[in-house]
């Protein structure tokens, strides 16, 4: 008898164990775009009897990847694709759900701490959706946010056309020369045949046709070592000239030409910079030292060691600035001597910040960032604050690329799962998930809301010859919710 009970009794052990495994484990990601997806991916993968509900302040998903990247760059949407087999594959359309049109934050519907109350994790990734200014004479009246320029093409809702014309507009130009810089100069500069094809917004496709854009500049205070853009992007500006024609140019200063360029040679130590910067600085001295048979009919110039003072009405006044101690470090000084880039437009490209606003969670509002840990997890002083995790641009600012977001989301996820592992239930937590907070949310939109939208968008299109045409108002949108 004694042996019967002591055997009940380990049963019983052994079924509760065996429960407390089964229960679903609830995660909350704030942001369906790139961070957020492979946020929700990897968490499926890694947490056991996990669900996700991904919550979007737009009703439709996929954020950087359907707002931020070139039209002429479908391959770099392929995330959207990734995320659409996620949310519609039969072993996984279960365990994770899509809930647009939702603001979380102080003037949100729902905040991350209410979050928190129903999920046992929540990862924030919502991303950078702010501009960084240049801080000079002149910026609001004479400069145009490339964030804005780049959310208009895109069909971003509420985004709306340049205050000046672009049939108006003979010459650009460009703060900063990472690859949003590029886009926006590509974009301005390409044939509207190499984009008629695509998701670009017929507003925009109409502007940029009757477009009067022949000339972009692009300024960077630091020189040629520190570019930020990638030579895949410089490459498809060299490859859109012409035949025989070269409209590209760049300007590295002569003083950095007569030091490191000896007979049309880079001459630098093998060691001074990382192999895969060589390449891109060769490409860049190509056109530097190009002397086209032909004259272009429209030209990109590169200009380096130029600091931005102020913007005018005539364009923008930059001081020639030359290398400080270590060029690799970036370090540059004035010379006192000051140059005009002639521009009737001039966009600001200088980078991102988070506006993210949320009392009941840590935020460095100096940096535009949530405190983390590398591994994602979010810190309040030097504490690590409980179930709460961010990743993409949120947790380490505007940089790298869609694949980049790809290995934040796996490594936030590998902690989520460690911590998990380690203390499953939380007395703070219901476990009551979407259901603990659906009471509070306006009109969200679904999965089924954003296939109505697309298929509606790919009809469009269509009937233009078009991948798709965006719809660009938010309460367009909602009809199909």
């Known amino acids: 008898l004694k042996l019967q009970f002591l055997y009940l009794i380990a049963s019983a052990q052994n079924s509760m164990r065996r429960c ?17 997806y492979y946020s929700a991916l990897y968490a499926l993968k890694t947490i056991p009897n996990s669900e996700v509900d991904v919550y979007d302040k737009l009703p439709v998903p996929f954020g950087l990847a359907r707002y931020g990247v070139a039209p002429d760059h479908p391959e770099v949407k392929n995330v959207g694709i990734s995320f659409t087999d ?26 991350v701490g209410e979050l928190l109350q129903h999920y046992h994790q929540v990862v924030v990734a919502v991303g950078a959706d702010d501009d960084r200014q240049v801080g000079i004479p002149g910026e609001d009246a004479h400069v145009v946010s490339a964030r804005s320029f780049v959310e208009w093409y895109n069909g971003f809702p509420g985004a709306a056309a340049p205050r000046r014309p672009l049939s108006s507009i003979t010459n650009v130009a460009i703060i900063g020369n990472g690859n949003v810089a590029l886009d926006c100069a590509r974009l301005l500069l390409a044939p509207v045949d190499h984009l008629d094809a695509t998701d670009i917004t017929l507003d925009a496709l109409r502007h940029l046709a009757a477009s009067g854009v022949r000339r972009v500049d692009v300024a960077a205070r630091r020189g040629i070592l520190n570019t930020a853009f990638t030579i895949k992007e410089f490459r498809e500006m060299l490859q859109m ?38 390449r891109l600085i060769k490409l860049i001295l190509q056109a530097a030292e190009a002397k086209p048979a032909t004259p272009a009919e429209r030209a990109f110039h590169l200009h380096y060691l130029r600091r931005p003072v102020e913007a005018t009405a005539e364009g923008l006044v930059t001081e020639v600035m030359r290398i400080a101690g270590d060029e690799t470090d970036g370090a540059v000084e004035g010379t006192g001597e000051f140059e005009l880039i002639p521009a009737d437009l001039i966009l600001r490209s200088v980078g991102y910040k988070s506006a993210f606003a949320d009392a009941s969670a840590p935020w460095d509002a100096a940096r535009g960032r949530v405190p983390s840990h590398p591994s994602g997890r979010v810190l309040q002083g030097d504490a690590v604050f409980p179930r709460l995790y961010s990743a993409g641009w949120v947790k380490n600012g505007p940089t790298g690329v869609i694949v980049a977001a790809m290995v934040d989301g796996k490594t936030v996820a590998q902690a989520m799962a460690h911590d998990a592992a380690a203390a499953r239930e939380d007395a703070a937590c219901t476990g009551a998930g979407h259901a603990g907070v659906a009471a509070r949310l306006v009109q969200p939109t679904t999965w089924t809301t954003w296939q109505a939208i697309r298929e509606e968008e790919r009809v469009r299109g269509e009937a233009h010859g078009k991948v798709a045409e965006k719809l660009t108002s938010v309460d367009e949108m909602l009809k199909f919710a």
């Open 86 to 111: 996620l949310m519609e594959e039969e072993k996984t359309a279960a365990r994770i759900r899509f809930h647009g049109n939702v603001s979380v934050g102080d003037a949100g519907e729902v905040s």
């Open 241 to 278: 000239a012409p035949k025989d024609e070269a409209w590209a140019a760049a300007h590295p200063g002569q003083a950095w030409m007569d030091t490191h360029v000896h007979n049309g040679t880079l001459a630098m130590a093998p060691d001074a910079v990382e192999r895969k910067r060589q």
């Open 20 to 36: 407390a495994v089964l229960l679903t484990h609830r995660v909350a990601v704030v942001g369906g775009g790139p961070s957020g």
